[in-house]
């Protein structure tokens, strides 16, 4: 059926799970490609959950393409290839599993092991790790980050604005 985002990049092994999807409410529109889950969404694969009110996921022809969430908050988290732990929450959350990004919109904060990212509106890459952050983007950045400590190359891809 569907996944749902969650952040930092999927293990090779993620990628094969299983999806597992819960819902109270589920309703399927084949003409459209669309799926919608109402209350109580939880929908997870390997080590990445994320939890919501209400989702859309939208197929295309080679399977389903997007995915909407939308919560008070939606929240999100993974674990990385390295083990740690990477968490989100916002209003609404757009999974565009083609482009794999994830868009947090609306009151978006995102937390991982360099820091934590907040604004309007934030994309996270699942295969650089990468954030593009726009609307009152604030950070925080782990001492060992600004330090060098981590490798050089750690925060590629990140973008404060």
Not at 52 to 72: K, M, P, Q, S, V
């Amino acid at each position: 059926m569907i996944l749902v985002l969650l952040t930092a990049p999927m293990t090779q092994a993620q990628n094969n799970e299983r999806i597992g999807v819960d819902a109270e409410y589920v309703s399927f529109d084949n003409e459209r490609g669309a799926t919608h889950l109402d209350e109580n969404v939880r929908i997870t694969r390997g080590q990445m959950e994320v939890t919501a009110d209400e989702a859309f996921a939208y197929r295309g022809n080679n399977g389903y393409e997007r995915i909407e969430l939308f919560g008070t908050p939606v929240r999100w988290r993974t674990v990385t290839e390295e083990g740690g732990e990477t968490t989100g929450h916002s209003d609404e959350v757009v999974y565009s599993l083609v482009e794999r990004t994830v868009t947090l919109i609306g009151n978006a904060h995102i937390e991982e092991s360099r820091g934590t990212y907040s604004g309007d509106r934030l994309v996270y890459n699942l295969d650089t790790q990468g954030v593009r952050g726009e609307g009152g983007v604030r950070l925080s950045i782990e001492p060992e980050v600004v330090d060098g400590e981590e490798g050089e190359n750690e925060n590629e891809g990140a973008e404060p604005n």
